[in-house]
């Protein structure tokens, strides 16, 4: 038998193993029920839809569940407070406030002690300074509560802000914040197919980082082209298994016959074939490998065939070879850039047509997944804000579930688009998911090169964001101008009266009436009374015959008011001056927006064609006197009496004037031998083509018609023409789309000759055309010839009329000076301001018509289609914030040990680099949105099968690597592999993988502060104490001998006198020692580790040589408080417990013992009101056949005597023997019985009842 050396060593293990506790899932059916009475709660205060009301969550509670999250991370901090209030000096405390005992107590995280009783509440807080030994309690339990979303309370309530809190959602604020919230809590959120992105093998993603190497991808690349004889292996697949078909496959059966190749038997031969030539997992015949599995690896295969750069890393937004975002794809739709690269696989890569929607389906479900979404509408073009955050949102699903977004609609991609964050976690995804579509939005756009972001992603993206901003900024500025009021001397009249007569406050109240220099005809006539402003708009008001009925005068009152009045006349026009000049830059932005947004292929036409503009008016031709002279008496007379038949009805130049619409023009233009027409609605900002249009200008020859001149003569009628549109938009500035016929007249404008343009206009798109001044002098016509209002027409408006300066006028015979325009009412303008995009852009619903509203309210409908644009560009913006924001995260929190200074080295894209924890933000919003969202990938494998099988994992891919990976692992014949998305294995071997000892998937022990670990070691420590007393007492009672010796006999192996005088001797160093242990002794570690503490023999003969003074400051044992922390939550929060961890690691010190064995957990857990120990390996030990861990040699039985855990279980016996003797009894028999049986190693598990818990 071989002996194993008890020689010393330096290394220092835990006190006990911390084991390995398999994720558990009980808590989700208690948050599902906390969730539904949360969601409840907050659709009653989401009742009212007003938008802007608010929401306030304070005082409303839900039931704390039982086992739920949150019920659980507050259960530490409960124990406590419910401790705190059963010690003698809280009580003492209470009665000193006449507080009731009965009182639901609560400790906030801002410090507040709160007492509930009898529909009171009272803050006692400040009188904790009378129980000083309350105040760690107190300080801890600030600490947990401001942890745990703000308040720990013994009530079986909570309340729903700390829920929110706890589960990272962000406070709703608004009833929009709630609709956001209660949505995404509905939201059934979609899942990965079977198969996820197919590039699993390839692309590394969080929950799983293991691809198949560069080696291995190379070795797979000559396994094919051996096999298929250099053909390649789709084609040759396809032939096989789906041949016999004469027409190419759809793109929207492409996922179908995918399956159905990979599926079949043929193909799963070759992936068999291929797995045992790479000698991956399945190549022998102990390794049972599933059709699944077989499935994905030929998928792997197809995908390295297709192109030797696949798994590579290739430039920017390049997959094989086809550059999918180039700048000469700007504004072209997913399915004419896809066919452009189907082409570019014919042309390249030995794809035939009918099998090219199956590459390119397979090839961009990994790279670009945002072609492949559903009913994508052909006016999503490459390059457009829409564009951008269209992309961010399929980024973002794509990283939750992989190959998810392809079986999405766009209608249900846009529910998300148009959804905002709700926990930080998402704030952070979408930002980080941000900074790609924005840098290729300004690569379409050339703004930026790939030279330049391959140089720095950092400085591409601050261009990119400025100019992407940029625009949002000047269609905002647009509509803040458009949407400021033009002056009127009306509201000039009131600043200059409200500078001369401060503190007025009648001004515009009619109170004023002429006490002098009345007008005869005014004499016997009931006087009328004006306000002060009204009058000095005529400048009446300085004349001082107007003045107060009753009362002081006006002038009497303020008296600085007449020497210091000046005309607003001259003011008007001045300030009127000034801001028409930017209302009417304005309104030309307004309209080279509408030209700009254009289809490129149209803006070309526009630009490079000779155009004619049109205008749309109603006949206004009716029946005229024989005479021209209508107002001759003797004329009307004579054609009453005559009644002249056969009169020819004719228009007036004027009546055509008033009746021509002002809200559109018809725009064509002649290009490359085709005419083409578009209606530019210079009310609504909105142009479009119209080929009905274009078709009847041309039938009826009315390109060559002229332009109506300026007689003013009667005119034979225009010819009227059923029109393919709606006249009202242009007479009335109807919303465009209700209509589609009408009838009208069609009048040429002019013509606007073809400029000599640059040849590169079709590669610009819509950022550079409208920053360009390519349709500076179409919007220019237009506006010049039919502008929505004139600059006389908004003068005279702003000008406006008093009472009396119409009376006057009245009395001259002179006109009137409101206009009278036909315009549209305000019902007209609700689709414009509705937040329903079918109302906005459709134009659903009918628009009431008056013709009686001025014309600054017109201006003020072009300044709500300005907002409108702003709104839709709302996205643009956020997304442009998101990205910025996005960049900072990833740089800021890039690992140093990563060795990568630039995130996106290379113009590699964010979310596809592959996570290796170098983004930790990325890592940990992914996380914590997957928990939320549902969608974790193998904890519930793990929860459903044997722990030591499946297991979470550190692998580094060759033992000297510095790399470090995360990985799910699994293990079959004693091998671990990496774990696929069928919870199977796969690939080669993991040699370094090292499974970790996960306690639970939310940390929860994690949400505990350093205060709180320090807190149980302080309460331990006399813990500890007590039970190196007991167990020195019972060994130096006589009486016990006999009971005490059998348990130093059964754990130590020698009950002798000189055993037993050892064991004293230590007993007796480590209460030397432990009565000198402060917690500032220990170093609180918060790293991953095996252990729950270890002391430093180094550090502890400093301390032990220290003077008093330095000694209770000098650390020397380390504490691993996540699993400290958890052992005590585990073990029914004992500080029993704790107390045996702390004695084992003091045998340590002066007694200088080893860690040869321990005690285990049962594997059963816990169960019962004691702390149960498999002392097996210890009476092992101690019998002479205990084990190495490592060599598996025998240890001699004098090792028990050399084992920390040996002396500190003997300790915990002897104490318990003092305390209570029939359980100590009842664990000798355990142990006696289980020795005798066996009379050599005892191979299950022997339990013993230690601590009470």
Not at 480 to 489: A, G
Not at 892 to 906: E, H, K
């Amino acid at each position: 038998m071989s002996i194993t050396n008890t020689t010393n060593t330096f290394q220092r293990y835990l006190s006990r193993p911390s084991v390995y506790t398999s994720p558990q899932d009980h808590n989700s059916q208690k948050d599902n029920i906390e969730r539904l009475e949360f969601l409840d709660k907050l659709k009653r205060h989401a009742q009212d839809n007003s938008h802007s009301m608010e929401v306030s969550l304070e005082g409303t509670f839900i039931s704390l569940e039982s086992g739920s999250s949150l019920e659980e991370t507050l259960q530490p901090a409960r124990v406590m407070l419910r401790n705190m209030v059963e010690k003698a000096s809280f009580k003492n405390l209470l009665m000193k406030l006449r507080l009731s005992e009965d009182s639901l107590f609560e400790v906030t995280a801002k410090g507040q002690v709160k007492a509930h009783h009898a529909g009171r509440t009272q803050s006692f807080e400040g009188a904790f300074k009378l129980a000083p030994d309350l105040n760690d309690d107190l300080v801890v339990l600030v600490e947990m509560a401001q942890l745990t979303g703000g308040v720990v309370t013994l009530d079986d309530q909570v309340g729903m802000i700390q829920w929110l809190r706890f589960h990272r959602y962000l406070l709703p604020r608004t009833v929009i914040d709630a609709q956001n919230l209660i949505a995404f809590l509905e939201q059934r959120h979609p899942v990965s197919p079977p198969f996820g992105n197919y590039w699993e093998m390839i692309q590394a993603e969080e929950n799983n980082p293991l691809t198949v190497s560069s080696a291995q991808r190379n070795r797979l690349r000559a396994l094919i082209k051996e096999h298929t004889k250099g053909e390649s292996l789709l084609e040759l697949l396809s032939e096989t298994v789906l041949g016999g078909r004469s027409t190419p496959f759809k793109r929207s059966d492409a996922e179908y016959f995918l399956k159905t190749l990979v599926s079949s038997s043929i193909a799963l031969i070759w992936a068999k074939s291929f797995v045992r030539d790479l000698d991956w997992y399945g190549a022998q015949d102990d390794q049972p490998l599933s059709d699944e599995s077989l499935q994905q690896i030929l998928l792997t295969a197809l995908l390295l065939d297709l192109h030797p750069m696949v798994g590579e890393q290739e430039p920017r937004n390049q997959v094989a070879g086809f550059d999918l975002y180039a700048a000469q794809h700007i504004e072209k739709s997913f399915a004419s850039v896809q066919t452009e690269f189907e082409r570019h696989l014919i042309n390249h890569h030995r794809i035939t047509e009918q099998n090219a929607a199956l590459a390119s389906h397979l090839v961009l479900a990994g790279t670009a997944p945002e072609f492949l979404v559903k009913d994508l509408p052909p006016t999503l073009l490459l390059g457009t804000p829409q564009w951008v955050d269209y992309c961010r949102t399929i980024a973002v699903q794509e990283t939750l579930s992989p190959g998810s977004s392809r079986s999405m609609t766009h209608a249900q991609i846009q529910h998300l688009m148009k959804s905002d964050s709700v926990t930080e976690s998402q704030q952070a995804l979408n930002a980080l998911a941000a900074v790609d579509p924005v840098i290729d939005w300004a690569l379409l756009n050339s703004i930026v090169t790939h030279d330049e972001v391959n140089r720095s992603a950092k400085d591409s993206l601050e261009v990119a964001v400025a100019a992407y901003a940029r625009h949002a900024k000047t269609i905002a500025e647009t509509a803040e101008t458009l949407s400021r009021p033009l002056p009127t001397r009306k509201s000039v009249a009131l600043d200059i009266l409200k500078q001369v007569a401060k503190g007025c406050t009648y001004l515009e109240d009619d109170v004023l009436h002429q006490k002098s220099n009345r007008p005869l005809e005014d004499a016997y006539a009931n006087p009328f009374l004006m306000s002060p402003v009204d009058l000095h708009m005529s400048n009446d008001l300085q004349t001082g015959d107007w003045d107060l009925k009753h009362g002081a005068s006006i002038y009497t009152a303020f008296p600085k008011m007449l020497p210091n009045l000046i005309s607003p006349d001259g003011v008007f026009y001045r300030q009127f001056n000034q801001n028409y000049v930017s209302h009417a830059q304005a309104v030309s932005t307004h309209l080279k927006l509408a030209l700009s947004s254009l289809p490129l292929v149209d803006r070309a036409r526009l630009l490079r064609g000779q155009v004619t503009i049109f205008s749309v008016r109603p006949s206004v031709a009716t029946l005229h006197p024989i005479t021209r002279l209508p107002m001759n008496p003797l004329a009307s007379t004579l054609d009453v009496i005559l009644k002249v038949p056969n009169r020819v009805p004719m228009e007036s130049h004027k009546d055509k004037e008033q009746a021509t619409g002002r809200y559109g023009v018809v725009m064509c233009t002649y290009f490359e031998g085709r005419l083409s027409c578009y209606e530019l609605f210079t009310l609504h900002g909105v142009c479009r083509e119209n080929t009905e249009l274009a078709e009847l200008i041309e039938r009826e020859n009315l390109l060559h018609t002229s332009p109506r001149g300026s007689e003013k003569n009667h005119t034979h009628p225009a010819p009227v023409h059923q029109l393919p549109t709606d006249i009202e938009c242009y007479t009335h500035g109807v919303t465009p789309g209700l209509v589609n016929t009408s009838r009208g007249v069609i009048e040429k404008i002019g013509e606007l000759s073809a400029p000599p343009l640059a040849s590169d206009i079709e590669s610009k798109g819509y950022y550079q055309s409208f920053y360009s001044s390519e349709f500076e002098s179409l919007v220019n016509f237009v506006l010049k010839h039919r502008p929505i209002a004139t600059y006389d027409e908004l003068v005279k408006e702003c000008w406006g009329q008093t009472r009396l300066e119409a009376l006057r006028a009245e009395r001259e015979e002179g006109l009137n000076t409101f206009l009278n325009i036909v315009v549209p009412f305000k019902s007209c303008i609700e689709d414009i301001s509705s937040d329903d995009l079918d109302r906005q852009f459709q134009g659903v619903g009918a628009c009431t018509l008056e013709a009686a509203m001025t014309l600054l309210l017109v201006v003020g409908v072009i300044a709500k289609v300005a907002s409108l644009a702003v709104r839709s560009m709302t996205l643009a913006t956020k997304a442009s914030a998101m990205a910025k924001t996005g960049l900072g995260l990833a740089s800021s929190l890039l690992n140093p040990l990563d060795g990568v200074t630039d995130l996106l080295i290379g113009g590699a894209k964010l979310l596809r680099k592959g996570f290796n924890g170098s983004v930790a933000v990325l890592e940990n919003a992914i996380s914590d949105l997957r928990q939320l969202t549902g969608q974790t990938q193998f904890e519930p494998l793990a929860r459903a099968v044997d722990p030591d099988i499946i297991r979470l994992g550190t692998w580094r891919p060759v033992e000297s690597s510095k790399d470090l990976f995360r990985v799910w692992g699994i293990r079959q014949n004693d091998h671990w592999y990496a774990l696929n998305r069928h919870g199977q294995p796969w690939g080669a071997k993991l040699n370094n993988f090292e499974p970790t000892k996960v306690w639970h998937l939310l940390k929860l022990d994690k949400l505990m502060p350093a205060s709180y670990t320090r807190k149980l070691l302080n309460d331990a420590l006399p813990a500890s104490r007590t039970k190196i007393d007991d167990a020195i007492k019972v060994l130096t009672d006589a009486s016990l001998d006999t009971d005490s010796g059998k348990v130093v006999n059964l754990l130590l192996g020698d009950n002798s006198s000189q055993g037993r005088g050892k064991l004293l001797t230590h007993l007796n160093e480590v209460k030397n020692d432990i009565a000198k242990v402060t917690p500032d002794n220990f170093i609180l570690d918060t790293a991953q580790s095996d252990s729950i503490a270890s002391l430093n023999p180094i550090w502890y003969k400093k301390w032990v040589g220290a003077t008093p003074k330095d000694a209770a400051q000098q650390k020397f044992m380390r504490i691993y408080s996540h699993n400290f922390n958890q052992q005590f939550r585990t073990e029914g929060y004992s500080h029993n417990v704790l107390a045996d961890d702390i004695v084992h690691e003091l045998f340590h010190g002066a007694p200088d013992t080893r860690d040869l064995s321990y005690a285990g957990l049962p594997k059963s857990g816990r169960q019962g009101n004691y702390q149960r120990l498999d002392v097996a390996p210890l009476i092992n030990l101690a019998s002479g056949h205990g084990r190495d861990r490592v060599t598996q040699e025998v240890i001699d039985k004098a090792g028990a005597f050399n084992n920390a855990d040996s002396f500190a279980l003997t300790t915990s016996l002897l104490s318990q023997l003092s305390k209570d003797p029939v359980m100590y009894r009842r664990n000798i028999e355990t142990m006696s019985k289980a020795l005798e049986r066996n009379n050599g190693y005892i191979g299950w598990e022997v339990l013993v009842e230690l601590n009470p818990v």
